[in-house]
């Protein structure tokens, strides 16, 4: 399982970012992909997740209606598409694949992450 993100930056309060994440194939196969996020000195939050079986979506109240979670298959690559981004949303985002049910957003138990790309927004 390899993912790979991309797409991180700066930018000013309302502005908008979209990162990528770059898996193999085999992590198709997983039950959930997910991106999560983690500002220094806070706990890692889940800001986004897909059942890649049933294609449901999951997203918490903090960035509901502001980011938005796709696939596109043809390129094996997720997307992150964030707007309205306030200086709050400011940490270090990872994609992340789950081949076990667990309690974490989606319904899943991340085991598998990247190296996470660098969000950053300024007031």
């Known amino acids: 399982v390899q993912l790979q993100e991309s797409g991180g930056g700066s930018v000013q309060t309302g502005g908008s970012l979209r990162l990528s994440c770059a898996v193999s194939r085999y992590t198709y196969s997983s039950y959930c992909m997910a991106w999560f996020r983690q500002a220094p000195g806070k706990e890692r939050e889940g800001v986004a997740a897909i059942s890649t079986g049933a294609g449901s979506t999951f997203y918490p109240g903090s960035v509901k209606g502001r980011f938005t979670m796709s696939q596109d298959n043809t390129k094996n690559t997720l997307y992150l598409q964030m707007n309205n981004l306030k200086p709050e949303d400011t940490a270090m985002y990872h994609c992340?694949?789950?081949?076990?049910?667990?309690?974490?957003?989606?319904?899943?138990?991340?085991?598998?992450w990247g190296q996470g790309t660098q969000v950053t927004v300024s007031s």
């Open positions: 992340a694949a789950a081949f076990d049910f667990g309690l974490e957003l989606g319904g899943c138990e991340y085991k598998y």
